[in-house]
C-alpha cells in the first residue's frame, strides 16, 4: 500500500462509525482466514487492520470517557464521570456463628404455621 493510499484509507477510517470499522475488520479476517493469497495482499490487509483497530479502540475509550452516571440528589439530577464515581465496595458486617449450634446467630424472618 502506497503512503497515499494509506493516507486516503485512514481519512475514510476516521469518518466510520463503530460498526462501520467492526464490520470492515472483520471483512479483512474473514480474507485472511480463506487464505490463498500473496504475501503483499496479507501484509496491506494487516495495515488495514491496524487502523480499523486503533479506530474502534479510539471510540470506545472516548465512549467510556462519556459515560456518566446520574444520581438524585436533593437538588435535582447531577452527573459524574463513570471513573470518579467508583468507590471502595461498602462494608458488610460478617455474619456471626452460634456458639451453641455453630449456625447464624441471626433470626429467621419466616414461621412455620403447621
Do not use: H, N
Not at 500500500?1 to 471483512?27: H, T, Y
Not at 480499523?52 to 475509550?61: K, M, P, Q, S, V
Not at 447531577?78 to 449456625?103: H, L, N, Q, V, Y
Amino acid at each position: 500500500m502506497s503512503k497515499d493510499d494509506a493516507r486516503k484509507f485512514e481519512e475514510e477510517v476516521a469518518e466510520m462509525s463503530f460498526e462501520e470499522a467492526m464490520d470492515r475488520l472483520e471483512a479483512l479476517v474473514g480474507e485472511l482466514e480463506q487464505g490463498g493469497i500473496d504475501l503483499d495482499r496479507s501484509i496491506e490487509i494487516y495495515e488495514q487492520a491496524v487502523v480499523l483497530r486503533d479506530r474502534c479502540r479510539a471510540i470506545l475509550d472516548d465512549s467510556e470517557r462519556r459515560i456518566k452516571k446520574i444520581m438524585e440528589t436533593a437538588d435535582g439530577l447531577k452527573e459524574e464521570d463513570f471513573e470518579r464515581s467508583r468507590g471502595p465496595r461498602p462494608w458488610i458486617p460478617p455474619i456471626s456463628r452460634c456458639p451453641r449450634t455453630g449456625g447464624s446467630s441471626r433470626r429467621r424472618t419466616s414461621r412455620r404455621t403447621s
